[in-house]
């Protein structure tokens, strides 16, 4: 069984950094697209980085230049530091990852999420 489980979150005072981490387990053959969505109470959950295999990166307009995606392939992991946070950067952080196991198709898998609070 595919699982994506995520690290790093916490409690940070305004312009601080934290990095999130997610780590891919299970009987994997392959990783295309990971990566982090958010969820802030009452809000639609929106995309904050997306990686693909071959290293190309996408941001969400609210995080360009703050926040950077990488990943390491040979350690199944994605990362995610955040830099210059906000209050409005408080939300659950969510790993994803469009992997392909051993049922032979490629599916979207979801972390069970990390807390971000940014407040002084």
């Known amino acids: 069984q595919v699982q994506l489980v995520e690290s790093g979150g916490g409690l940070v005072q305004p312009g601080g950094s934290l990095r999130l981490s997610c780590a891919a387990s299970g009987i994997i053959f392959a990783i295309y697209n990971m990566g982090w969505y958010r969820q802030a109470p009452g809000k639609q959950r929106e995309l904050v980085a997306n990686i693909t295999s071959g290293g190309s990166t996408t941001y969400g307009d609210s995080v360009k230049g703050r926040f950077s995606i990488s990943r390491d392939n040979a350690k199944k992991m994605v990362y995610l530091q955040m830099n210059s946070l906000k209050n409005e950067d408080t939300a659950v952080y969510y790993c994803?990852?469009?992997?392909?196991?051993?049922?032979?198709?490629?599916?979207?898998?979801w972390g069970q999420g990390t807390q971000v609070t940014v407040s002084s």
């Open positions: 994803t990852a469009d992997i392909l196991s051993f049922r032979a198709i490629v599916s979207a898998y």
